[in-house]
């Protein structure tokens, strides 16, 4: 909310509605987003630190915000200038241009990014580590609402375990991460259950 002015984009952004031809409405990839220059607050969700075959270091990994959370890259020449923002786990702001070449989800290919000093971020606590997940729970979601309403649920019952959403891209079903990890229960199942319909809340157990 302090820096609410300068931003131009949150991952919630993302996602637009959009009926087919029979009517139905689909939750689908904004596509006037494609190479559009953004500015926004997030925190470094994960990362890989890769090697090109020029031996220059790269970044990929996952940025996430308030409303969601999307992939990145930064390219070799940015890695060098803001590789420790990468580990620090404070909140960053970034600037970059969002891609959609890649069909699999939405990435940022960063250009730049500057630590986040506010208020809130220093009173904040960094998250505990995480333990591996026993799998992964998805959803099927038909709207910005119920997205909206399937991650204030989520928000109640928090664990270790990803939740992915599938919406559609390209006339093709992609699945979208949630931010929030979760603590698989009964009672989860059942509220998710309640408000899309068991047939659309899925948890599966890895191997």
């Known amino acids: 909310r302090e820096a609410a002015g300068e931003f131009n984009f949150d991952t919630g952004m993302l ?11 689909n939750m689908v990839i904004d596509q006037q987003l494609s190479g559009k220059s953004v500015r926004f607050g997030c925190i470094v969700a994960s990362y890989e630190v890769k090697t090109t075959k020029q031996q220059q270091k ?7 915000d308030r409303a969601g959370s999307i992939a990145f890259t930064m390219y070799a020449r940015t890695y060098e200038k803001y590789a420790e923002l990468l580990a620090g786990d404070k909140p960053i702001k970034v600037t970059g241009k969002i891609d ?3 069909e699999s989800e939405p990435k940022i290919n960063i250009d730049g990014a500057e630590l986040w000093n506010n208020n809130a971020a220093a009173q904040a606590v960094s998250k505990p580590a995480r333990s591996e997940a026993e799998g992964i729970l998805y959803v099927l979601v038909n709207s910005a609402d119920e997205r909206g309403t399937v991650a204030e649920v989520l928000k109640m019952y928090e664990g270790n375990t990803p939740c992915q959403a ?3 891209y390209d006339g093709k079903p992609r699945l979208m991460e949630y931010p929030q990890t979760v603590r698989i229960c009964d009672e989860l199942l059942a509220r998710l259950g309640d408000l899309l319909g068991s047939n659309r809340v899925r ?3 890895k191997k």
């Open 15 to 25: 996602f637009t509605e959009q009926a087919d031809e029979d009517g139905n409405v």
């Open 58 to 64: 790269f970044a990929v990994g996952r940025l996430e």
């Open 100 to 102: 959609l070449r890649d």
């Open 166 to 168: 599938q919406i559609t």
């Open 203 to 205: 948890y599966v157990r």
